[in-house]
């Protein structure tokens, strides 16, 4: 089951203190997959849709409570869907108006946010889980983190999007095909969303998670630094060792004062090892800085003896083209 799924499941198990709540939680429903049906003989259904099996039972259970009307609960197959089962719970002509009515939906207007149903914190938090219930998903956040509703009716998203606002979380509005976007990224926002509609479980989850992710981002970062540091300190380690044999070349053990000469002689020999490592192992032992100190003299003195020899080619060769003219 997905993390979304195991959402709404969650969702469906609350058990709101209160009438006032289980009707915005209806309400939220009925806005967000609800639709009018008219038949012949004049005669309009109020029919919601859902592919989600707990949901259908929350709102068929809801309906029954709340209005005490008698749906009918149905079962069908949707062809873009790949054949998967979807429900269609349709109430009557005489219910319909009833319960649309008591949701505050009113056919002949722009669908909206009902301000007389959502007057209590409570009851706006109830009519958020509805929507939610009916057309949201949040993603899995081991992936990423992104919770939208997908709604048909603009204006109502454009409602839905003020009323997600006086929960002080931002939310942003988006097209896909013909549908509008209602939809949150974030880690916080989304964690505090979900609060809202009241999955502490699925909360829970999404902040464990996050932890994970922050551990294993932090571990690579530790990890990549680690190579950073060895690679370079493989580099100067090569870089010295060339310098090394170079002044001993051209100018021999001899030329070099004692410190220098120890430090040279334990670079050639141990090469993998760290400043610190080849510090301890001077007589007397030298610090970290020291040690570095010494092996860029001797790169500076290696650098040194290649200028003169470049110095002693030129000369050389200037001596030559004259000899010639």
Do not use: W
Not at 62 to 84: C, H, I, M, N, W
Not at 126 to 152: I, T
Not at 183 to 211: C, H, P, V, W
Not at 312 to 318: G, I
Request: with cysteine; net charge positive.
């Amino acid at each position: 089951m997905s993390y979304s799924s195991q959402t709404k499941e969650e969702l469906c198990r609350i058990e709101p203190d209160s009438v006032c709540c289980l009707l915005a939680e209806l309400s939220g429903i009925v806005s967000a997959a609800g639709s009018v049906i008219y038949r012949g003989g004049g005669e309009k259904r109020l029919s919601i849709e859902t592919e989600n099996s707990a949901v259908a039972r929350r709102t068929f259970t809801l309906l029954r409570e709340v209005f005490d009307v008698q749906p009918e609960l149905s079962t069908f197959k949707r062809a873009r869907l790949g054949g998967r089962s979807s429900f269609r719970i349709e109430i009557s002509d005489s219910e319909a108006a009833f319960v649309l009515e008591g949701c505050g939906i009113h056919v002949t207007h722009r669908r909206s946010v009902p301000r007389e149903i959502t007057v209590r914190k409570c009851c706006r938090m109830a009519f958020l889980r509805g929507v939610f219930l009916a057309c949201g998903s949040v993603a899995d956040p081991e992936k990423e983190y992104h919770l939208e509703f997908v709604l048909g009716d603009e204006a109502f998203a454009q409602a839905l999007q003020r009323l997600i606002a006086r929960f002080s979380l931002s939310a942003h509005l988006g097209k896909r095909r013909q549908m509008t976007l209602v939809y949150l990224k974030g880690q916080n926002e989304i964690t505090d969303m979900l609060s809202i509609f009241g999955a502490q479980s699925a909360r829970f989850q999404m902040e464990d998670a996050y932890i994970r992710k922050e551990l294993r981002n932090n571990a690579n970062r530790a990890v990549n630094c680690d190579s950073a540091n060895v690679q370079r300190a493989v580099t100067a380690a090569a870089r010295q060792i060339e310098a090394i044999k170079k002044l001993l070349a051209a100018c021999g053990a001899s030329s070099l004062p004692p410190a220098l000469l120890e430090i040279a002689r334990l670079r050639l020999e141990y090469p993998e090892m760290s400043l610190e490592e080849l510090g301890k192992m001077c007589d007397p032992p030298v610090g970290k800085s020291g040690v570095n100190h010494r092996l860029r003299k001797l790169e500076q003195m290696a650098g040194e003896v290649g200028e003169k020899s470049l110095d002693r080619m030129d000369k050389n060769a200037y001596n030559d083209e004259d000899n010639r003219q």
